[in-house]
Each structure stands twice: as structure tokens, then as C-alpha cells.
């Protein structure tokens, strides 16, 4: 995500090393090069040059802080710009009706029936939301079944009418269906319509002003760059949507719509989709995403996908098995599963400050974890949850058994133990500790941290 555009202010940044001061010669300098790499971004020349003179105007208002390095000083003014460019806040959902009504829009082959269904997932599992999925795209073969098969990964309904082709009809019965079965959130997934085909734009016009929703969203393939800015206006144009959602920003994308979208359309970007998983997707934090771009990793959102997946009573069950130190490669495949869900894993270790940079040529492949399953699944039932009888004969039978080495196999079963140990130690420290503050709180003379 953005690596190119990020390598690319990097190198625009450069120009300011060893520099003294700010002057209006090498500012002006750097932020040609950094309208540059937005325009490579595909940022349209007059956003990127409306953002770079706005950071200009700061950046020679500012040179008074001389304790602070001009680079410095310029990436921090590129970063709160940046941040503000893309909308400031993050703006969350208006669920306040019941149900609250969720329409969504956007072109033919943009994410949206996809997308429809990590929405329900996502507020089923982190809002505590009971979502019903609507199937409202009469036009597409196989739309219907798609959605279905989407809802049946998360396990939640949908409400369609196979022989009925109006849409407007089948809104309205879901709707009063959900009242009905006490489902509080509506998800109406449309089908994809060209903001030129007239008559398909009418039929969400009028599906909108029958269904009144609390919250139309435009979703957006961010593969498409500047082309999904001026289709995004044109539907704004006509539906006046709440907000956008980016999809595919786990793909080869420049990053021009996350970008620029904000300032052409005047509506905030909600969510981002980053990969193909049912969990994969965020809220959108622009100060977040600016620290992405300028290579500073996002560790908050990465914590914040692992409390998405945290099941209280599994970690619970968890500390008290390392406490007696009974952690076996059953646990060890749970939490692997556990990963896994929180999406891609190039994408992830990205989110990590420095990493993203270190990673940018290697190719992380999402089944990078597949010959260690392999070799987990290869063992007995015994062998996984007493793995001190993993002898020589054992680990031969495993590897033929999973197609892998010995050498893969007593490397995971070293990398297993040391996990284990490192897992120990941390919950033995932690205890420690606690022994050691009610020590402290009572033995005078005690010296305090």
C-alpha cells in the first residue's frame, strides 16, 4: 500500500538533509518534488499543488524552531497536511435508528457485495450488531448467490426475493422484516450501475428516497486512482452519499483517491477494505494513513485488529496453560488461525514502524504459514499435545507425512520450543512483578521503582 509514494517523499525529503535552516530556495525545492510524487500518485496536479503550497506557506512561517531540523520540521508539516487533506477525523457510522439503514452504491465490480458482508461482519463482532443482508442487485447473474455465500462465512441472513426485479419492493420487505425479527441493521447491497446509464441512477435515486437510509455509502475500487475521484463526484452529484469506502488497498495502488477523494467530493472516507478476508477492514484514521504513506508504520490499528479477534476466555484459558507450562502445538495452530484472520501478512508487518520500508522488495506470501500447518496437521493428536515425544522416528514419519523436510520439521519443532519458553518467561516476569510491588507496599526499606 503506497509504497511507491512513499519512497518517493523519502527521497523529496533528502533534499532538506544536512540543511541548516529553512530557506524558500530549498523548501521550494522539496515540495516540487513532493508535488511530483503526488502526481506520480495519481493526485490530480491541482490538489497536489494546492497541498504543497499550503505546506510551503507553514513551513517559511515556521523557521524561527530552530531546535528542530529543517527535514524534520518539513515531514511533520507534509504529515498534519496530509492528514487534513484526507479529512482530519475519522467519522463513524450514524446507527442511531432501528434498525438503521446501511445503502450502498457504487460501480460494477468496485468490492461492494464483498464489502457489504465484512461491514455486517464487522458490526456483528466488534458493535454487537444482529445485521440482516439485503440482495438487491436483480441485474447480475449470480448476484444473489454471491451475497448468500458471502453471509454464510460470517453467519448472517439475507433477505432476497429471486423472482421479484423491483428493488424498490424488496427494500421495503426486508426492511419491515427486520422490525419484525429484531434485526437492528440493514445492509442493502445494490447492484453496480455507469454514472451514464440514466435509468439504473434513477432506480437508486428512487430506492434511496423510499428507504430514507441513515447512511448511504459510495464504495470505490482504489485501483482505478484518479478515475475514481471524478466517478465518485458524479454519483455524489446525484445521491448526495455519507461517505466513501476504499477497496483494494492492499493492491498495486498509487493512492491517489485516498488522497484526493476527500477534497473533490467533500465527504469523508469511512472505511478502507485491505485484502479478501471477511476481517479485513478498518476504519479510516487519515492521521493514521499519513503516517503509513511517510513510513512510520501504524501500530494503533494493528493492536486494534488483534482486540478485534481477542476472545477474553480463550486468552484466559491460554495464561493458564502457560502458567503450568502445558502450551502444545495445538495452541500453537490457534494462534497461527488467529493471524491469519487479521489479514494480509505484508500488510500487516507494514503497519510496524521501519518494517514497511525493510519489506518493500520481499514477497510475503499469504501462505507463508502453510507448511507449518502441513507439518502440525502430520502429527497425531498425542504428538501435538505432548510434543516431548517428538523423537527421531516420529519427526521422519511428519515430514514424509506433511511433504517437508526433517530440517523443516526440527526447525518448527526448536522455533516451537523457544516460543514456548519466551511465553513462559513473560508470564513469569509478569508475576514477579506483582510479587514484587505487594512486596514493596510492605517490607519497609524497600527501595521503590
Known amino acids: 500500500m503506497f509504497e511507491n509514494l512513499s519512497e518517493r517523499l523519502e527521497r523529496s525529503f533528502k533534499i532538506l538533509k544536512g540543511e541548516g535552516k529553512i530557506t524558500e530556495?530549498?523548501?521550494?525545492?522539496?515540495?516540487?518534488?513532493?508535488?511530483?510524487?503526488?502526481i506520480e500518485a495519481d493526485v490530480s496536479y491541482k490538489v497536489a499543488k494546492s497541498f504543497t503550497d499550503e505546506v510551503k506557506?507553514?513551513?517559511?512561517?515556521?523557521?524561527v524552531l530552530t531546535a528542530v531540523k529543517p527535514g524534520q520540521l518539513l515531514v511533520k508539516l507534509v504529515h498534519d497536511e496530509m492528514a487534513q487533506l484526507m479529512g482530519g477525523e475519522a467519522v463513524g457510522l450514524n446507527l442511531a435508528s432501528k434498525p438503521a439503514i446501511i445503502l450502498m452504491s457504487g460501480l460494477q465490480g468496485s468490492g461492494k457485495t464483498t464489502f457489504s458482508g465484512k461491514l455486517a461482519n464487522m458490526l456483528k463482532t466488534r458493535n454487537r450488531k444482529n445485521p440482516l443482508l439485503v440482495a438487491c442487485d436483480v441485474y447480475r447473474p449470480a448476484a444473489i448467490e454471491q451475497l448468500k455465500v458471502v453471509a454464510e462465512q460470517i453467519g448472517i441472513p439475507v433477505y432476497s426475493e429471486p423472482d421479484n426485479k423491483d428493488v424498490v419492493a424488496i427494500a421495503t420487505n426486508a426492511i419491515r422484516e427486520a422490525k419484525t425479527k429484531g434485526y437492528d441493521v440493514v445492509i442493502i447491497?445494490?447492484?453496480?450501475r455507469l454514472a451514464v446509464d440514466e435509468g439504473m441512477m434513477r432506480e437508486i435515486e428512487t430506492l434511496k428516497e423510499a428507504v430514507h437510509p441513515d447512511e448511504t455509502l459510495f464504495v470505490v475500487d482504489s485501483m482505478t486512482g484518479q478515475d475514481a475521484?471524478?466517478?465518485?463526484?458524479?454519483f455524489n452529484d446525484r445521491l448526495d452519499f455519507d461517505g466513501v469506502v476504499l477497496t483494494k488497498l492492499d493492491g498495486d495502488t498509487r493512492g491517489g483517491a485516498a488522497l484526493s477523494i476527500r477534497t473533490v467530493v467533500t465527504k469523508p472516507i469511512k472505511f478502507i477494505g485491505t485484502g479478501e478476508k471477511m476481517e479485513a477492514i478498518d476504519v479510516f484514521h487519515p492521521a493514521r494513513m499519513a503516517d503509513r504513506i511517510l513510513g512510520m508504520g501504524d501500530v494503533v490499528s494493528l493492536v486494534e485488529r488483534a482486540q478485534a479477534l481477542y476472545d477474553e476466555e480463550e486468552a484466559k484459558k491460554m495464561m493458564d496453560k502457560l502458567k503450568k507450562n502445558k502450551?502444545?502445538?495445538?495452541?500453537?495452530?490457534?494462534?497461527?488461525?488467529?493471524?491469519?484472520k487479521m489479514g494480509n501478512l505484508k500488510d500487516l508487518a507494514s503497519m510496524i514502524p521501519g518494517v514497511g520500508k525493510a519489506i518493500k522488495d520481499i514477497d510475503i506470501d499469504d501462505d507463508a504459514f502453510k507448511s507449518i500447518e502441513a507439518i502440525i496437521q502430520s502429527m497425531t493428536p498425542k504428538e501435538r499435545a505432548n510434543p516431548q515425544i517428538l523423537n527421531q522416528s516420529r519427526r521422519m514419519r511428519i515430514a514424509r507425512g506433511s511433504g517437508t523436510s526433517i530440517q523443516e520439521v526440527n526447525k518448527l519443532?526448536?522455533?516451537?520450543?523457544?516460543?514456548?519458553?519466551?511465553?513462559?518467561?513473560?508470564t513469569n516476569t509478569s508475576k514477579m512483578n506483582m510479587m514484587m510491588g505487594a512486596?514493596?507496599?510492605?517490607m519497609p526499606g524497600m527501595p521503590k521503582q
Do not use: C, P, S, Y
Not at 28 to 38: C, F, G, N, P, Y
Not at 189 to 192: M, Q, R, V
Not at 327 to 340: E, G, L, P, Y
Open 439 to 442: 512486596m514493596r507496599g510492605r
Open 25 to 38: 530556495i530549498n523548501v521550494a525545492q522539496t515540495l516540487k518534488d513532493v508535488r511530483k510524487a503526488l
Open 413 to 426: 519443532i526448536k522455533q516451537f520450543d523457544q516460543t514456548r519458553k519466551m511465553m513462559q518467561m513473560v
Open 57 to 63: 506557506q507553514k513551513a517559511l512561517g515556521m523557521n
Open 327 to 340: 502450551f502444545d502445538f495445538d495452541d500453537f495452530m490457534a494462534q497461527i488461525q488467529q493471524i491469519k
Open 229 to 234: 475521484v471524478n466517478t465518485a463526484k458524479t
Open 189 to 192: 447491497d445494490t447492484a453496480g
